[in-house]
């Protein structure tokens, strides 16, 4: 997913993205590898999501990558190393397996399927590199600072169902209990409280009345990663979350606080900042291709019972 983006590959001066994989498998619980005579012929990386399990009451374990050898494709292998790890996980008390793989990379789609994995989301990429950002004034009289009443933030937040932003309600066939939906939101804010100096939120009001937020922070990992490819450094942002009140979108709102929040950060500080957001999102992809930013790739979500 890193390779398609010709501007990143620009950015970092090559297209050996393989320290990005090594992070990954560096960073999850375990790693399976397939091996003959001493021969690597495959692995599959994963890990347990302890904070979403403790969220959902379910046990859910994530695939963060799998590969075969080239010379070892067609074989079985991968097929034998997703049995071994469903087989391995189930023991241990899994009841979803989810998984995110490129939404063109129908191979990878069509093997899941064979798993019986059964598609959840998909979530695009967006992408604003350094001096691609466009600034308009919001059709109101808004004020933009940095927050500093959580009261305030708490309730921006509870009014926002995209704070979501991942596939719970398809996880559970939108049958989500109240319950679960008060945890997500729990556990978010708790994560904000905790890291409320590493997290920039800014909030928009307007008649002394806040109206909407942005969260935003250093992606130190993806910072790390990408200087140590390139060999030299590369910081990227993240937007984590955006909302405006529906009373006051479409003016521009939503544009007037990214462009305040990368201000705030100084675009001589970053080299591109990065969003997730779900496909279905149409308002928030238009409001932030207008802005300057592109869809660098989508990706698929997917899950097994």
């Known amino acids: 997913m890193y390779r398609v983006d010709k501007k990143l590959v620009n950015l970092v001066g090559t297209s050996d993205f393989s320290l990005i994989s090594r992070n990954i498998i560096s960073s999850s619980t375990n790693t399976f590898i397939a091996v003959n005579k001493n021969r690597i012929l495959g692995f599959l990386s994963w890990s ?34 997703m049995k071994y790890f469903i087989e391995y996980s189930t023991k241990r008390g899994a009841q979803i397996i989810s998984v995110s793989t490129d939404e063109n990379n129908t191979k990878a789609i069509n093997f899941y399927t064979k798993h019986r994995f059964k598609y959840s989301s998909t979530f695009l990429t967006l992408r604003l590199f350094k001096g691609k950002m466009i600034f308009q ?41 109240e319950k679960i939906k008060s945890n997500i939101l729990d556990n978010y804010l708790r994560s904000l409280e905790l890291n409320f100096d590493i997290f920039k939120t800014f909030v928009a009001t307007a008649k002394n009345e806040p109206i909407g937020y ?25 937007i984590f979350d955006i909302f405006v009140k529906k009373d006051f979108r479409g003016k521009g709102i939503g544009k007037y606080l990214i462009n305040r929040a990368l201000n705030f950060i100084s675009p001589s500080q970053f080299d591109f900042v990065e969003i997730l957001v779900p496909s279905h999102n149409y308002p928030l992809i238009n409001a932030l291709v207008s802005n300057g930013f592109y869809i660098s790739h989508s990706m698929v979500n997917l899950f097994r019972r």
Do not use: C, M, W
């Open 48 to 81: 347990y999501d302890k904070s979403l399990s403790s969220i959902t009451y379910r046990q859910i374990y994530k695939i963060n990558l799998i590969a075969v050898s080239k010379n070892y494709r067609g074989q079985g292998i991968g097929s034998e190393l």
């Open 214 to 238: 942005i969260i935003i922070k250093e992606d130190t990992n993806l910072s790390s990663t990408l200087s140590n490819i390139s060999s030299k450094t590369i910081k990227v942002y993240r």
């Open 137 to 177: 004034e919001p059709k109101e009289n808004i004020n933009i600072s940095l927050s500093k009443s959580k009261e305030e933030l708490h309730a921006l937040i509870s009014q926002n169902e995209e704070y979501l932003n991942y596939p719970f309600p398809i996880l559970f066939e939108n049958e989500i209990e």
